[in-house]
T-cell receptor
Framework: GAGVSQSPRYKVAKRGQDVALRCDPI?????LFWYQQALGQGPEFLTY????????KSGLPSDRFFAERPEGSVSTLKIQRTQQEDSAVYLC??????????????FGPGTRLTVT | SQQGEEDPQALSIQEGENATMNCSYK?????LQWYRQNSGRGLVHLIL?????REKHSGRLRVTLDTSKKSSSLLITASRAADTASYFC????????????FGSGTKLNVKP
């Protein structure tokens, strides 16, 4: 079956532009996660959805970052007025079980955002 | 800020040799997982070890966990060129198993 897909794979934005990054999770996966990975670093948690509910957004670095999952499947991460420090790979992951862990997260290939 | 730190940052070995990577973390955990990331690809889950386990095996992988030292190690035996990748440990805290904290990774290069 298909894994987690993300689009676009690469995005170049001029500073100040708004961008929207899309994530298609594995069908039937209840939980969806967004991570930010800077060059040479590990992923850092941004936000988490269970179905359409955003249960944790503590990792979003500023109010310029906004995520939604209106129908409990596809999710969009929006960054307004992009800054150079937003340049990173944005990873999406999904998992099946919303209840008691532990469980595995399945990651997409990521969107590499470069802000010039 | 990241919870974990892998050591070494980079490791270069010959095919057939064993590779050992270490992960240290700062706070209590529920579970610790290891992921692999190939260049240009997403992370792939390798193995999970619970906080009440000390050792786990999966194929050529062996993971140990020492909660008293807040550290874990990943051993890859009989390495192959295809094992070339970055390896990350990820922990989840007792009060929020949805929130993974990743380390900074070990970059492994296996020379054919």
């Amino acid at each position: 079956g298909a894994g987690v897909s993300q689009s676009p794979r690469y995005k170049v934005a001029k500073r100040g532009q708004d961008v929207a990054l899309r994530c298609d999770p594995i069908s039937g996966h209840v939980s969806l996660f967004w991570y930010q990975q800077a060059l040479g670093q590990g992923p850092e948690f941004l936000t988490y959805f269970q179905n359409e509910a955003q249960l944790d957004k503590s990792g979003l670095p500023s109010d310029r970052f906004f995520a939604e999952r209106p129908e409990g499947s596809v999710s969009t991460l929006k960054i307004q007025r992009t800054q150079q420090e937003d340049s990173a790979v944005y990873l999406c992951a999904s998992s099946l079980t919303p209840g008691q862990g532990p469980y595995e997260q399945y990651f997409g290939p990521g969107t590499r955002l470069t802000v010039t | 800020s990241q919870q974990g730190e892998e050591d070494p940052q980079a490791l270069s070995i010959q095919e057939g040799e064993n590779a050992t990577m270490n992960c240290s973390y700062k706070t209590s955990i529920n579970n610790l997982q290891w992921y692999r990331q190939n260049s240009g690809r997403g992370l792939v889950h390798l193995i999970l070890i619970r906080s009440n386990e000390r050792e786990k095996h999966s194929g050529r992988l062996r993971v140990t966990l020492d909660t008293s030292k807040k550290s874990s190690s990943l051993l890859i035996t009989a390495s192959r060129a295809a094992d070339t990748a970055s390896y990350f440990c990820a922990t989840d805290p007792p009060d929020n198993f949805n929130k993974f904290y990743f380390g900074s990774g070990t970059k492994l290069n296996v020379k054919p």
